[in-house]
T-cell receptor, first 109, second 114 residues
Framework: KQEVTQIPAALSVPEGENLVLNCSFTDSAIYNLQWFRQDPGKGLTSLLL?????REQTSGRLNASLDKSSGRSTLYIAASQPGDSATYLCAAEGGKLQFGAGTQVVVTP | GAGVSQSPSNKVTEKGKDVELRCDPISGHTALYWYRQSLGQGLEFLIY????????KSGLPSDRFSAERTGGSVSTLTIQRTQQEDSAVYLC????????????FGPGTRLTVL
């Protein structure tokens, strides 16, 4: 059974610092790996999707990498802003989306 | 266009009561998913509907949980004889054919069982 783990569970950084969020998964037989953002009281918004044949995806200040052999994905957020404060979840898809518990990020002005 | 909507946004109930949670998916999306998010936990898959196929109920935690999808659109998740451990946020998502991974999430229903 796929297990997805996210470390750290919470992270607080001052504005302007780069954020590094980690996601690990136990079964490398995945179709893709997605990163989502969740704001309080709201649903999830997909940020980036990395297909199993890819090693990274970029969108603006966000970059996500995927290393299937080691079962890891990393989300980098450059030059963080207070508006980046949210919970970030990764999900590995192998037929179904298997989610991690998320990393709660606070960016202080 | 309109996104996935869920109602109610909050529900407080007493232990032992039945509750119904509603999900309106995006028009034209054939796939619909229900997830449960407990405090500090990741999203737990509950049930998946795809078109007219039999639903994948493999994630339902007990026979107190059931879901229906009428006319391939609106879905209702029913929890009978609620227990305190059922307290969680229940999220619904829909996806367009054939992109099952491109899930669009609703805002969720926060269920509190006293």
């Amino acid at each position: 059974k796929q297990e997805v783990t996210q470390i750290p569970a919470a992270l607080s950084v001052p504005e302007g610092e780069n954020l590094v969020l980690n996601c690990s998964f136990t079964d490398s037989a995945i179709y893709n790996l997605q990163w989502f953002r969740q704001d309080p009281g709201k649903g999830l918004t997909s940020l980036l999707l990395i297909q199993s044949s890819q090693r990274e995806q970029t969108s603006g200040r966000l970059n996500a990498s995927l290393d299937k052999s080691s079962g890891r994905s990393t989300l980098y957020i450059a030059a963080s802003q207070p508006g980046d404060s949210a919970t970030y979840l990764c999900a590995a898809e192998g037929g179904k989306l298997q989610f991690g518990a998320g990393t709660q990020v606070v960016v202080t002005p | 266009g309109a996104g996935v909507s869920q109602s109610p946004s909050n529900k407080v109930t007493e232990k032992g009561k039945d509750v119904e949670l509603r999900c309106d998916p995006i028009s034209g999306h054939t796939a619909l998913y229900w997830y449960r998010q407990s405090l500090g936990q990741g999203l737990e898959f509950l049930i998946y509907f795809q078109g007219n196929s039999a639903p994948d109920k493999s994630g339902l935690p007990s026979d107190r949980f059931s879901a229906e999808r009428t006319g391939g659109s609106v879905s209702t998740l029913t929890i009978q004889r609620t227990q305190q451990e059922d307290s969680a946020v229940y999220l619904c998502a829909s996806s367009p054919p054939p992109l099952a991974w491109a899930q669009y999430f609703g805002p969720g229903t926060r269920l509190t069982v006293l």
